[in-house]
């Protein structure tokens, strides 16, 4: 038994498993995938230990339309203010 392999027990049956380490991708399947040359343990049974990089910021939450009614009010409507912005407008 190489350092790498794990013993374990299940329903009074002794097992040994090898540990393997390889930095991979899970796919919108979630379909796991191993480079080739593990190919020995493709189509096999395994324990699988995810680790998955911690979040740098937190997914955003997506604007609903009219979510800010009742928030906001308009006191007048008028384009004169637009005047001001005629040398950046086509």
């Known amino acids: ?3 790498d392999d794990a013993k374990w027990h299940v329903m ?3 097992n040994f498993m090898q540990a393997i ?3 991979t991708w ?3 399947n979630g379909h796991i995938y191993l480079p080739e040359k593990f190919q020995h343990a493709f189509g096999k049974s395994a324990r699988v230990l ?3 990089p911690e979040p740098t910021e937190l997914p ?3 604007r609903q339309p009219g979510s800010a009614k ?3 009010t308009i006191l007048s409507e008028d384009d ?3 005047d001001d912005f005629q040398a950046y407008m086509p």
Request: aromatic share 0%; charged share 35%; with cysteine.
């Open 1 to 3: 038994m190489c350092a």
């Open 12 to 14: 009074g049956h002794e």
């Open 21 to 23: 380490e390889v930095e």
């Open 26 to 28: 899970i796919d919108h």
């Open 50 to 52: 995810v680790l998955l």
């Open 60 to 62: 955003k939450k997506r």
């Open 70 to 72: 009742g928030i906001l």
């Open 80 to 82: 004169e203010h637009l």
